[in-house]
T-cell receptor, first 111, second 116 residues
Framework: SQELEQSPQSLIVQEGKNLTINCTSSKTLYGLYWYKQKYGEGLIFLMMLQKGGEEKSHEKITAKLDEKKQQSSLHITASQPSHAGIYLCGADSGGYQKVTFGTGTKLQVIP | EAQVTQNPRYLITVTGKKLTVTCSQNMNHEYMSWYRQDPGLGLRQIYYSMNVEVTDKGDVPEGYKVSRKEKRNFPLILESPSPNQTSLYFC???????????????FGPGTRLTVL
């Protein structure tokens, strides 16, 4: 079965600093999804990547899928306290709406 | 407002006492799913439904039941809860596109369940 490993597991950064979260798959990724979870709340969809080398941005968050489609990175520029939360990557496991999630990266942004 | 609602948000119960967690969506989505989230294990799928009266097991279905009698509702039933079912539960819904694919899932706010 597909396994997703996220690194780091947790991250504390000073406000204004850039940061990167990685998601590595044991198999080729046919679809990679990034979600953000605020503490104690549900998940919010950030973006989806499907093609090798694809890159998408939303506000100060940029996600990339490598050419080999086995790793994705999420980059936050000039972090703000509003970026704090848990970031999860999810991968298409095949079939209808079947997705496997990584264990998440907990981000804290210190003012 | 388009949303997925879950009730209750917090629940403390005792072993063996049947409980139901409700989930409702107002977006006319065909697909609905239940997940549990545990530290170090991430989000794992319990059951999912592709439409009314169509349900199937996810990765961790043992000890749970679901039903889909109406399109908007997808309750999660624990017939005899045990302490290992203490977890944070999420309901999600999405449109179902033709063919194997993935579409953005909308998640409810979560239900924190403690079984003593």
């Amino acid at each position: 079965s597909q396994e997703l490993e996220q690194s780091p597991q947790s991250l504390i950064v000073q406000e204004g600093k850039n940061l990167t979260i990685n998601c590595t798959s044991s198999k080729t990724l046919y679809g990679l999804y990034w979600y953000k979870q605020k503490y104690g709340e549900g998940l919010i969809f950030l973006m989806m990547l499907q093609k090798g080398g694809e890159e998408k941005s939303h506000e100060k968050i940029t996600a990339k899928l490598d050419e080999k489609k086995q790793q994705s990175s999420l980059h936050i520029t000039a972090s703000q306290p509003s970026h704090a939360g848990i970031y999860l990557c999810g991968a298409d496991s095949g079939g209808y709406q079947k997705v496997t999630f990584g264990t998440g990266t907990k981000l804290q942004v210190i003012p | 407002e388009a949303q997925v609602t879950q009730n209750p948000r917090y629940l403390i119960t005792v072993t063996g006492k049947k409980l139901t967690v409700t989930c409702s969506q107002n977006m006319n989505h065909e697909y609905m799913s239940w997940y549990r989230q545990d530290p170090g294990l991430g989000l794992r799928q319990i059951y999912y439904s592709m439409n009314v009266e169509v349900t199937d097991k996810g990765d961790v279905p043992e000890g749970y039941k679901v039903s889909r009698k109406e399109k908007r509702n997808f309750p999660l039933i624990l017939e005899s809860p045990s302490p290992n079912q203490t977890s944070l539960y999420f309901c999600a819904s999405s449109l179902l596109l033709a063919g194997p694919s993935y579409n953005e899932q909308f998640f409810g706010p979560g239900t924190r369940l403690t079984v003593l």
